[in-house]
T-cell receptor
């Protein structure tokens, strides 16, 4: 069964450093998303991406964040200068358009 | 994918019993609802969805009920199994506007006792 994959599973970084989280969405899906889940809190929407551009973003998705689909398979989330409060699980999802399927997540720890 | 919030409501059931997990959603304009299951260390897993033009939808061992009048959604799991133990989230969206951002609820932990 096709699934969304994410790498790395755990990323530790120093405050102020840049990180890139990587995702391979399900191959025939057209919409791509990033969500995050701070420990003990709800899953929160960050951004959606369609037709090579951002279609929607939340207030969390400020100028420190960017997304890219550098090739036909990968979808990345970059955080330019990480802050302590960026520590969370980051989930990538994709949809065909409706049912969103989530990856296993990347745990980002900012020290 | 941990959702180990100290304040998650918990439903504890015996194996073989039926489980009912409830969710109150926030936006009366929402027209698409989904239930996700999240096991420890994993991402949310799609269970079942329902559009606002329906009030009930059935899947394999699961049923979702939607009451738009009181903005309430429930997930019924028949013959609950130990593998059903997880945190369950409802999520909502307003698809008619073309939006795709899901708004998640805070989750309910289901514990199945063997």
């Amino acid at each position: 069964e096709p699934e969304v994959t994410q790498t790395p599973s755990h990323q530790v970084t120093q405050m102020g450093q840049e990180v890139i989280l990587r995702c391979v969405p399900i191959s025939n899906h057209l919409y791509f998303y990033w969500y995050r889940q701070i420990l003990g809190q709800k899953v929160e929407f960050l951004v959606s991406f369609y037709n090579n551009e951002i279609s929607e973003k939340s207030e969390i998705f400020d100028d420190q964040f960017s997304v890219e689909r550098p090739d036909g398979s990968n979808f990345t989330l970059k955080i330019r200068s990480t802050k302590l409060e960026d520590s969370a699980m980051y989930f990538c999802a994709s949809s065909e358009p409706n049912e969103q399927f989530f990856g296993p997540g990347t745990r980002l720890t900012v020290l | 994918g941990e959702s180990v919030g100290l304040h998650l409501p918990t439903l504890s059931v015996q194996e073989g019993d039926n489980s009912i997990i409830n969710c109150a959603y926030s936006n009366s304009a929402s027209d698409y609802f989904i239930w996700y299951k999240q096991e420890s260390g994993k991402g949310p897993q799609f269970i079942i969805d329902i559009r606002s033009n329906m009030d009930k939808r059935q899947g394999q061992r699961v049923t979702v009920l939607l009451n738009k009048t009181v903005k309430h959604l429930s997930l019924q799991i028949a013959a609950t199994q130990p593998g059903d133990s997880a945190v369950y989230f409802c999520a909502e969206n307003i698809m008619d506007t073309g939006r795709r951002a899901l708004t998640f609820g805070s989750g309910t932990r289901l514990q199945v006792q063997p």
